[in-house]
């Protein structure tokens, strides 16, 4: 009978649904059962923040955003050994100066169509990350999408990483943090409500940023097996019709 009812016990647990993992950020819990697990490389993305790239925790002095695209101002005072703690919020210019508390989150079908504004038809997208420091590397210590509606982590990176500046001056990104994902339906729903958390510690000069890098789709050229043909009947027609308005025009006159 003990046996039969072990085998039971056994038989039980190992059908039985995993419990959900939690971390805590801003005082509040968050699920993290298949979160995507994000890569930082030392990839310098494409583009310049003040004239094309879109800022959600960004240093000071960073120029006006899009239209209702906020940012936190990442405030640092060159002390060095500091932690600095941002949720980002939609509110352009927002205070939150190093505080781990949850902003004003983006609704995500803004951010949808920002993404699909840009190229971006699969959703999916990096963080470029301008870091400042006077030589002594800053350390990422975590960064993460979370889905506020639903209490739910999208994206995660928790492997604490030295971001030492390649680039000097305010808006040339370092590295790229990637890949996000936000599949409607999957991820988000309409009228879900997005938010972006960094910790840096070890911050030691100017502020850092962290911008919206959409991950542009190229347009596929025809293939030439299909295209040039088209291509050179359509040449060939211009010119039998240049001949053809040549010759009436040599016997009119």
Not at 61 to 82: E, I, M, R
Not at 98 to 110: K, V
Request: aromatic share 8%; charged share 10%.
């Amino acid at each position: 009978m003990k046996t039969v009812l072990g085998a039971a016990v056994a038989a039980l647990l190992l059908t039985a649904p995993a419990q959900a993992a939690f971390i805590t950020l801003g005082g509040q819990q968050w699920t993290t059962t298949g979160v995507d697990n994000l890569v930082l490389t030392p990839t310098v993305p494409s583009g310049n923040q003040p004239q094309n790239i879109q800022c959600v925790i960004c240093g000071d002095h960073q120029p006006q955003q899009q239209a209702d695209f906020g940012y936190t101002d990442f405030h640092n005072t060159g002390q060095p050994n500091q932690t600095l703690t941002y949720f980002s919020t939609n509110v352009a210019g927002g205070g939150n100066p190093g505080l781990d508390a949850l902003g004003i989150p983006y609704d995500g079908s803004f951010l949808r169509a920002y993404l699909l504004a840009g190229g971006d038809p699969t959703l999916t997208f990096n963080i470029g990350i301008d870091t400042n420091d006077t030589g002594n590397a800053q350390i990422l210590n975590s960064f993460f999408l979370l889905n506020v509606t639903t209490h739910t982590v999208l994206s995660a990176f928790t492997t604490p990483t030295a971001i030492l500046s390649q680039n000097n001056g305010t808006g040339f990104p370092d590295y790229t943090l990637g890949t996000f994902n936000i599949t409607l339906g999957t991820d988000i729903h309409v009228g879900d409500q997005l938010a972006f958390f960094a910790r840096v510690t070890n911050a030691n000069d100017g502020p850092d940023s962290f911008f919206i890098v959409p991950q542009v789709q190229a347009v596929p050229l025809p293939a030439v097996g299909s295209g040039f043909p088209m291509l050179i009947a359509g040449i060939g027609g211009l010119v039998a019709l240049q001949r053809r308005r040549k010759a009436r025009r040599l016997a009119t006159a």
